[in-house]
């Protein structure tokens, strides 16, 4: 006849050496922290040269791995739950060698991925509420998980029905509340609709473009189909509504034009060279402060050029309301007599194309600026063409660059006129018919 014994567990010894443990750990990461936050005067001649190495510079290194060490207690304290709720059964009181190391492992791993994310706060450059959240959720987890260990020990002295209930509740208290700190971290890596985003719109759930939202540019504009693509994929992680580098937000053009830590202003309305975003995006890729970061992608050269077009246009969201008014207006189309056309007769370029010239291109292609290399005023530097060569091609309007620049939908990052309206249909017929005529001139010289 057998008979079911519970078998004995650890002596108090090896509970009293990992409570010891514990304790340790606290007293140092208690003096960790406060000399972190203001250290203390030196005594010795090694102690100096402890402060002096940076306990800051400690902090901001360890507060890096953060992400690496929070993995731990939540996948402990899961198995920890697991083992607890298995050991129900009365077959499963095998575990129990393994259930103590787990806690130890779980508590010890909470302990110090709860310290790592104090320290990571300090870097700043999140939103304040939410790193409130998550940082004391996140102390609450490593607060509970010794509560646990705790009650756990003194269960295994005194084996008392009420302790191990009390430790069960704290348990399982401690698995709800290590899932909202994971949601609030969740939160300031990735955002707050980072889970909801891919969802079906008739989810309740789902992500839609807020009504209002002053950082969604009006469908079909090129803020709305190139440039605000670029920022959510390459800008928001770190410059969004949760995470905010360098104290500088990108999600509406107020946040857009407010300069951040630096003090620089980031995107200046019709003037590319002088904004900030421009210089930094443009850095060679291993400069230390190239954006995004080394290790974060890089843009694209047409990606660039686009945002650069976007700014020179007046960083126009397509909703009416610039963030500001171009100093120069945009030129009024020019006005174009045509009824001798009317009879069959050939373009001219003097009395038809030059004023089209005059009114949308000669402002980028003059003698002071020549945007690609390229001047129009003259017809000697019309012939020349700028860095891709000649922009027209005598009877071919397909091959003529100037033709293919201007005839491209306006989102395009090489759309011509740059800083002004589309050329009307009426005058990007007549270009094309005076290509196909071959180009005449006749005897205008521009000089």
Known sequence: MSMNVRKPMPSSKHFVRYFLLIAVLFWGVSSFYAGAQEPAEAVGE?????????????AAMLGRFHPVVLHFPIGLLMGVFL?????????????????????????????????????????????????????????????LAVVSFILRIIFTRTWKDGVRTAYRIVLL????????????????????????????EWMPMATVNRIGDTSRGVAGTQYAEVIEPIFEAQ???????????????MTTRELLLTPGESGEVSVVPGYSAESELVRLIAL???????????GKGTLTGDEIVAIMQWIERGADYGDGANIIELETPKSTPAVIDTSDLDAGGKVSFERHIWPII????????????QEGDLRLDT????????????????????????????????????????KNDPLPDAQIELIKRWIEEGCDFGDWTGE
């Open 173 to 200: 208290a401690n698995i709800v509340l290590i899932s909202i700190a994971g949601h609030y971290g969740g939160n300031l890596t990735h955002g707050t609709e980072y889970l909801f985003e891919n969802m079906p």
């Open 284 to 294: 060679p890729e291993e400069h230390e402060a190239v954006m995004p970061p080394k």
């Open 83 to 143: 083992l607890e709720f298995a050991t129900v059964f009365r077959r499963f009181h095998n575990l129990e060698p393994a259930h103590w190391l787990l806690l130890t492992l779980a508590t010890l791993s909470s302990i110090v991925a709860s310290v790592f994310g104090v320290f990571l706060s300090w870097e700043g450059g999140y939103e304040e509420s939410a790193v409130f959240w998550h940082q004391w959720t996140g102390i609450g987890v490593a607060a």
């Open 46 to 58: 090694t102690a100096e040269a402890a402060v002096a190495f940076g306990y800051e510079e400690w």
């Open 358 to 369: 005059v009114a949308s291109c000669v402002e980028c292609h003059n003698d002071e600026e």
């Open 235 to 249: 800008c928001y992680e770190c410059h969004g509504e949760t995470k905010i580098k360098g104290e500088y937000q």
């Open 379 to 418: 017809k000697d530097y019309i012939l020349e063409g700028g860095e891709f060569g000649p922009v027209f091609e005598p009877g071919s309007p397909e091959d003529s660059t100037f033709y293919e620049l201007i005839v491209l939908p306006q989102k395009d990052p090489d759309f011509m006129p740059t």
